[in-house]
């Protein structure tokens, strides 16, 4: 987030940032006060569970790191998985700040940490309340113009030095963005 008054930056944080814009919204509420720690503790499982333990396991240099790693992403996306039964978003009908912090993950998630950083267990369409999850909101007004494949592979893949040290970026997974999303829970 950019002052452009004082011209210096505010913060990197993107909680930070969608909080600042969740407050000053008059239309959509994404942290609801009678959800606001249930929403604080679940985009911190999330965080602790899957985005940050995605790149522990890309950046292990011990097997024993990495396995924990990865069991710790994979633990996390099944009891996500889990929670989406029966629901459209983490918490019910309504957009969430979860929500827009899981989507961030998920979008990359078959691109780049199921390969650069070698979580292969499963794909994210290996989730199917998953995968819905992440598509239905991929199909939002204006969001798919956030989501540039190219750039997070190309982001991932050649600025991670020792990780791919001839800076070869591998092809895009052949998913499909755009099928239709049906709540059937």
């Not at 008054?5 to 000053?24: E, G, M, T, V």
Request: hydrophobic content about 35%.
């Amino acid at each position: 987030m950019w002052d452009a008054k004082r011209k210096k930056i505010l913060s990197n944080s993107s909680n930070d940032i969608i909080l600042a814009f969740n407050s000053i919204s008059s239309s959509k509420n994404l942290r609801p006060e009678h959800l606001s720690d249930e929403i604080d503790v679940l985009t911190q499982d999330i965080f602790d569970g899957l985005s940050n333990a995605v790149y522990r396991a890309g950046k292990s240099q011990e097997q024993t790191e990495y396995d924990n790693a990865v069991d710790l992403v994979f633990h996390t996306l099944d009891l996500l998985e889990g929670r989406l039964d029966g629901r459209v978003f983490l918490f019910g009908s309504n957009l969430t700040l979860a929500d827009i912090r899981l989507f961030a993950t998920l979008v990359r998630f078959d691109t780049v940490y199921s390969t650069h950083f070698r979580c292969t267990r499963k794909r994210l369409t290996d989730y199917p309340r998953l995968w819905r999850f992440t598509r239905q909101i991929f199909q939002m007004p204006g969001i798919r113009q956030t989501v540039d494949f190219d750039e997070i592979r190309f982001g991932y893949y050649v600025n991670d030095g020792d990780h791919n040290p001839h800076g070869i970026i591998a092809q895009q997974p052949e998913i499909d963005w755009d099928s239709r999303v049906e709540f059937s829970d």
